[in-house]
Nanobody, 115 residues
Framework: QVKLVESGGGLVRAGESLRLSCASS????????MGWYRQAPGNQREFVAG???????NYADSVKGRCTISRDNRKNTHTLQINSLEPEDTAIYYC?????????WGQGTQVTVSS
């Protein structure tokens, strides 16, 4: 099994930046991709950013140009840097890893952006 633990959420002001981290532990072999989703109140969970083990990245249009996803294979972590935060970015952010054609999810970390 894979266990994911997020960190780095919090309350920030519009225009500020935040870095979210996700640490993987357990059976991490077979992971092919990792990334982040988010879910705002009353909304469905939506894709934010992803990165493959080969380093290919993908971003949602809503965060493109403001987000950078990266990974550290030695530390088994992946990180999401979000700049120029907007109140619309307020959500619970969930990290995931893709392993054996299944997504494994973290518990979520709250990001609140005040205007």
């Amino acid at each position: 099994q894979v266990k994911l633990v997020e960190s780095g959420g919090g309350l920030v002001r519009a225009g500020e930046s935040l870095r979210l981290s996700c640490a993987s532990s357990g059976t991490i072999s077979g992971i092919t991709a990792m990334g982040w989703y988010r879910q705002a109140p009353g909304n469905q969970r939506e894709f934010v950013a992803g990165i493959t083990v080969g380093g290919h990245t993908n971003y949602a249009d809503s965060v493109k140009g403001r987000c950078t996803i990266s990974r550290d294979n030695r530390k088994n972590t992946h990180t999401l840097q979000i700049n120029s935060l907007e109140p619309e970015d307020t959500a619970i952010y969930y990290c995931f890893v893709r392993r054996l054609n299944n997504n494994v999810w973290g518990q979520g970390t709250q990001v609140t952006v005040s205007s």
